[in-house]
T-cell receptor
Framework: DAGITQSPRHKVTETGTPVTLRCHQTENHRYMYWYRQDPGHGLRLIHYSYGVKDTDKGEVSDGYSVSRSKTEDFLLTLESATSSQTSVYFC?????????FGQGTRLTVV | GENVEQHPSTLSVQEGDSAVIKCTYSDSASNYFPWYKQELGKRPQLIIDIRSNVGEKKDQRIAVTLNKTAKHFSLHITETQPEDSAVYFCAASRTGGSYIPTFGRGTSLIVHP
């Protein structure tokens, strides 16, 4: 494994509540990514980071924010969870070529 | 930006048959094409990749081919086994840490014993 962990692994939350997912890496990689995976849509980029305090939006960023105060941690926040955000969320780090994924977080919004 | 199309979305084969998954990309500057395998409930993991200066690469029962002119690349699995059953994703990117990989929508491969 590439030294990337996500927490929590599973979460059920209610509509309208804020939720924060954490991604932690031990590889000192500069680039980190948050994807969501939904049937028929593959892996879609939510936000990414290219360094501490440097982040940018991906293709499905609405309703999400991120923060990166340390190289090793990249947080994804759902500001007010909606049922459409029920998904599996993957964090990834990237070397020069290969992307390494965390184990994923299954989030259910009820 | 880059756009990656992947087909088919589902592929069902008998054990021992070959399986082929095809992807096309739009950005002629892309030069790195990885394939990831995701078993049920697990994370995607790299199984093979190819760079644009190579036309074909093999690793045991899997191979990848690249046609830069047509902007398409394919994954070939020979002598399929039930443990090959998984979702396979292609991706296109450039070498260099700053380039974000763009993924296809995935192919669910089912190998029937």
């Amino acid at each position: 494994d590439a030294g990337i962990t996500q927490s929590p692994r599973h979460k059920v939350t209610e509509t309208g509540t804020p939720v924060t997912l954490r991604c932690h890496q031990t590889e000192n990689h500069r680039y980190m990514y948050w994807y969501r995976q939904d049937p028929g849509h593959g892996l879609r980029l939510i936000h990414y980071s290219y360094g501490v305090k440097d982040t940018d939006k991906g293709e499905v960023s609405d309703g999400y924010s991120v923060s990166r105060s340390k190289t090793e941690d990249f947080l994804l926040t759902l500001e007010s969870a909606t049922s459409s955000q029920t998904s599996v969320y993957f964090c990834a780090i990237k070397s020069d070529t290969e992307a390494f994924f965390g184990q994923g977080t299954r989030l259910t919004v009820v | 930006g880059e756009n990656v199309e992947q087909h088919p979305s589902t592929l069902s084969v008998q054990e021992g048959d070959s399986a082929v998954i095809k992807c096309t990309y739009s950005d002629s500057a892309s030069n790195y094409f990885p394939w990831y395998k995701q078993e049920l409930g697990k994370r995607p993991q790299l199984i093979i990749d190819i760079r644009s200066n190579v036309g074909e690469k093999k690793d045991q029962r899997i191979a990848v081919t690249l046609n830069k002119t047509a902007k398409h690349f394919s994954l070939h699995i020979t002598e399929t086994q039930p443990e090959d059953s998984a979702v396979y994703f292609c991706a296109a990117s450039r070498t260099g840490g700053s380039y974000i990989p763009t993924f296809g929508r995935g192919t669910s491969l089912i190998v029937h014993p």
